[in-house]
């Protein structure tokens, strides 16, 4: 039997604004799937429907040599400052010169916050967040998808990319964790219940 919508953006929006805040005043949203799902453009969206939430990306934390490595850049500079009630400030990565940014980016507490990016809702994320969103849709349709938006400049990114997201997703999945699923649809966006909205495995809000 074909599991029932739980509505639509504005309604997901409604149900985000309504959750206990998770990093101090803030309820941290993460949007988490695979590299081409779709992530930054539904945070977007979603951000949108939430009134200008701010949207903060995991790209902005990662490098070349650590693509997945970021968790206590993202720990020290935003997290730990929002969980006090304070601003957090940091330095994006370019991607183009291969380096952080000399300007620091800042960024106020929000009713909501939206984690974008591959491996947002990791283990170690996951206690200061109030809700994983998970975009649904099939690693190899992701990549595909990536690769002909990149282009082939980037091929060389992508073949290497590939294995390091397997490695990742097999060692710390999210996708157990997310309360919604999200799937892209022509008419728009359609939102299930994820596996932890079954299952029970909502994110506790992080409390030291």
């Not at 604004?17 to 998770?22: F, G």
């Not at 969103?133 to 990114?157: C, K, Q, T, V």
Request: hydrophobic fraction near 40%.
């Amino acid at each position: 039997m074909r599991t029932q919508p739980v509505g639509t953006l504005d309604a997901l929006a409604r149900r985000l604004r309504a959750l206990p805040p998770s990093c101090g005043p803030v309820r941290l949203v993460a949007v988490d799937g695979h590299a081409g799902s779709g992530k930054t453009t539904f945070a977007g969206r979603l951000a949108e429907a939430l009134g200008g939430a701010p949207v903060l990306h995991t790209d902005d934390f990662a490098t070349h040599e650590q693509l997945f490595g970021w968790t206590e850049r993202l720990r020290t500079h935003v997290l730990t400052p929002l969980a006090r009630g304070t601003a957090a400030r940091y330095a994006p990565y370019d991607w183009v010169e291969r380096r952080f940014a000399a300007t620091r980016r800042r960024l106020d507490p929000a009713p909501v916050v939206l984690l974008e990016g591959v491996g947002s809702g990791r283990r170690a994320v996951r206690p200061w967040l109030a809700r994983l969103l998970w975009m649904e849709l099939p690693d190899r349709d992701s990549w595909r998808r990536g690769r002909l938006r990149d282009g082939p400049e980037l091929a060389a990114f992508w073949d290497g990319w590939r294995p390091a997201e397997r490695a990742h997703f097999a060692d710390d999945p999210s996708r157990p964790y997310a309360g919604e699923l999200v799937l892209q649809r022509k008419e728009g966006y359609e939102v299930l219940p994820g596996p932890a909205a079954i299952d029970g495995n909502i994110p506790r809000p992080h409390t030291a």
